[in-house]
């Protein structure tokens, strides 16, 4: 290594297993980052300044006064420029011995294979589930790792997905975790749920860290697990994801608009649908009165606390309307209400159910009033 390089870098080398191979192995490393907003923004920082050789960016959006919130890498001054490439030149100032690839469009099943596959990393920086899918299944096809990041609010996910073990085996990949997209509109995005500025940068930060991680081959890496972070609790959970070999093969790219089928958010808005707080959810269980209870978040968050409802998973909900019962109150919830109140109007819509009350406030709520 070059003197500067050693003095640039020294806090990595006075940390213990970590050497100058390791460093050597950043250097020569090539990582990809599909989007350079909130998420993308600490994730191209830190890698940046951690001496990643080659960084590519995918981004065809331009800076908005609304990213500025948790978008720590713009600034005022680039409202109306391209992101990837505002980012880019604000990264060669902090790292001018770093190569940037700059593509200023939309990752697409026509173009993904082609430009994700020069990198050796793939760090998901979107927020959307068509390109979830589209990244996960081209991670797939190229025998490549990525990186998955979320954030909703005051929650964010991490995890590693299709990680190449020691033993040749791959990790589990996204589809494993979500074998099937929620319907249309079902889950608001930041925009219309709302981010709170920081947590994009933790989730963010966290996915720079698991890309060093595998790079350098320091540490245990989120393969086969899914961190989860509260920020209002700073409760963090981390969730074994069932590694599903043989469930779906992925050979070739879709159409994942039309796999999504995310083409209205009409059902987001509109009338608002009965709802029922946690103290009258109490009282219908102690009076005997029968009534069904319907949880609809995703299996491993039921596994690590529920009601005691049935499980149908949001993705899930409309091809299993048939074990909804129309005799009897039904109550459908979530973890903060906002899932299962989209999940009944879609229900109420296409199938005429007129007997479904959302918890209010969701299992939130219910722990807030009786603590279990």
Known sequence: ??????????RHLALPDFTEESQDKLKNSKVIVVGAGGLGSPVLQYLTAAGVGTIGIIDYDVVEISNLQRQVIFT????????????????KLLNSKVKFNIYLEKLTSDNALELLKPYDLIIDGTDNFPSRYLINDSSVILNKPFIYGSVYRFEGQVAVFNYAYNDGKRGSNYRDLFPEPPPPDLVPNCEEGGVIGVMPGIIGTMQAAEAIKIITGIGEVLSDKLLIIDIQTFQISKIKIQNKKDSTVINELIDYNE??????????????????D??????????????????????YEYDQDNLGGELIPLGQIMNESSKIRKDIKVIIHCRSGSRSAAAIKHLEKQFGFDNLYNLKGGIINWHTKFGY
């Open 1 to 10: 290594m070059e003197r500067e390089d050693l003095k640039r870098y020294s």
């Open 76 to 91: 005022e001054a680039d409202l109306g420029k391209p992101k990837a490439q505002v980012a880019a030149e604000r990264l």
């Open 259 to 276: 796999f999504c089928a995310t083409k209205s958010k009409s059902m987001l808005f509109g009338p608002k649908v009965k709802e029922m």
């Open 278 to 299: 946690s103290i009258a959810l109490k009282e219908l269980m102690d009076s005997g009165e029968e009534f069904q209870l319907i949880d609809v978040r995703e299996s």
